[in-house]
């Protein structure tokens, strides 16, 4: 436990945010961390200034990198730019409109350091733009952390987000960093680390707050769309590793986002149109979903606060070595 971490937090036309996600890493209760802002602003742009202006008071800070792109890069390019800059061991991810809560980073290295893993991930709270707990996504179907196994949960549910991931930095590197993709960034990088036989455990508990707002997201829109229909054929050339039912369930999925996404993106026809796409392929799992769904926002209602557990509560769990995707 004496390894740097570097939390990597690109940044793009939010200024506003940045400031909390920056104290939220500087507020850890493990101190040998850095933050690498990567400014992915255009140079000539009032965000670009409004980002310089928020970084100012962490200039004398040595535990504030603060990375200027010399043009708009995206996500993952920019977050592989944040890895080259970064000094730490290990390596996190936090979007600028995100926080982490102070136990983050120590819990989480204990527990890949102890498990003698290259990679880890959790769970993730979800807040709306008031601050209101709307829910706990969890990843309780994970069993298994063979690779096999993995990626057969990340194909069925998808596991992250991105700042979910704590990655040793010599493994990152080794698997080639973030795609350059306009969305799926994260479903990308753990697709890449799994196939490349990283040594990866899951621990289920949260200490990270992502927040959904109404400013300006990728989430939304034809390039949501766009993007996942080029996901699920990617997951389609792994449907070996599925039964059945388990691929009917990837087709009931798809059609059920893109309904969301469009729904959000506000184009009522093809909401309506993917949404009974998703019914056909199997009311069954329709009523399962929205059940579930139901259950984690009355369950996050509930919740006054995040309220993570003690460490001594934490599990820890065998390491998952079993390399067997290639």
């Known amino acids: 436990m004496i390894d740097k971490v570097s939390v990597i937090i690109p940044t793009c036309k939010r200024p506003h945010f940045l400031a909390r996600a ?3 890493v500087l507020a850890q209760t493990y101190h040998n961390v850095e ?7 255009a140079p000539d742009s009032p965000a670009r200034a409004q980002t310089m202006e928020v970084m100012l008071p962490y200039r004398n800070d040595p535990r ?3 990375v200027l792109n010399d043009h708009p890069m995206g996500g993952g390019p920019a977050r592989n730019h944040g890895i080259e800059e970064a000094k730490g061991t290990y390596i996190t991810f936090l979007d600028d409109d995100d926080i982490y809560l102070p136990e983050k980073v120590e819990t989480q290295l204990r527990f890949t350091v102890d498990n003698d893993l290259e990679m880890s991930f959790t769970d993730v709270y979800l807040h709306d733009g008031s601050g209101r707990l709307v829910e706990y996504r969890r990843h309780s179907y994970v069993k298994d952390c063979s690779n096999d196994e993995l990626m057969r949960q990340h194909i069925l549910h998808s596991l992250g987000p991105t700042s979910t991931f704590m990655v040793r930095r010599s493994s990152l590197l080794a698997a080639g960093g ?5 969305m799926g960034q994260d479903f990308m990088l753990m697709w890449r680390m799994i196939e490349f036989g990283t040594r990866i455990g899951y621990l289920p508990v949260s200490y990270i707050v992502q927040y959904l707002h109404d400013g300006e997201r990728i989430s939304v829109g ?3 769309i766009n993007g996942e229909n080029r996901l699920y054929k990617l997951k389609l050339t792994r449907s070996n590793l599925l039964t059945p039912s388990e691929r009917k369930y990837v087709d009931f999925r798809h059609w059920a986002v ?5 729904r959000r993106s506000h184009m009522p026809l093809a909401f309506l149109k993917y949404g009974v796409k998703a019914v056909l392929v199997s009311p069954t799992y329709f009523l399962q979903e929205a059940h579930t769904m139901l259950s984690n926002r009355v369950r996050a209602g509930a919740a006054k606060s995040p309220a993570p557990p003690e460490a001594a509560d934490i599990p820890v769990l065998p390491p998952c070595s079993e390399r067997t995707v290639r």
């Open 35 to 41: 933050a690498v802002v990567v400014d992915d602003n």
């Open 22 to 24: 920056v104290d939220s």
């Open 222 to 224: 034809p390039n949501k």
């Open 178 to 182: 973030f795609a350059d993709v306009p």
């Open 64 to 66: 504030v990198t603060y």
């Open 258 to 262: 893109l309904s969301v996404t469009a």
